[in-house]
Nanobody, 115 residues
Framework: QVQLVESGGGLVQPGGSLRLSCVAS????????TGWYRQIPGRERELVAS???????NYADSVKGRFIISRDNGQKKIYLEMSSLKPEDTAVYYC?????????WGKGTLVTVSS
């Protein structure tokens, strides 16, 4: 079983920056695909960014050029650097890890972009 714990959410003004972190424990594997999703109340959870074991990244169009996903060499930690934040980025952000047909989720961290 894999456990994921996010941190780094909070309140930030429009145009500001935040860095989210996710630490994985348990049966992690170097082949896992990891990423960040977000969910606004009343809407479906959506992919924000993902990164494969080889370092290939994928971003939602809405965050391209503003967010950067990265992971440490041990591949137990992933990060999401968010800049030029907009009110529409307000959501609960979830860390995700996937291996073949298995999926694991963190409990989420709230990011609020407001003046």
């Amino acid at each position: 079983q894999v456990q994921l714990v996010e941190s780094g959410g909070g309140l930030v003004q429009p145009g500001g920056s935040l860095r989210l972190s996710c630490v994985a424990s348990g049966g992690v594997s170097s082949i896992d695909i990891t990423g960040w999703y977000r969910q606004i109340p009343g809407r479906e959870r959506e992919l924000v960014a993902s990164i494969t074991a080889s370092g290939t990244t994928n971003y939602a169009d809405s965050v391209k050029g503003r967010f950067i996903i990265s992971r440490d060499n041990g591949q137990k930690k992933i990060y999401l650097e968010m800049s030029s934040l907009k009110p529409e980025d307000t959501a609960v952000y979830y860390c995700h890890r996937r291996r073949y047909g298995l999926n694991w989720w963190g409990k989420g961290t709230l990011v609020t972009v407001s003046s």
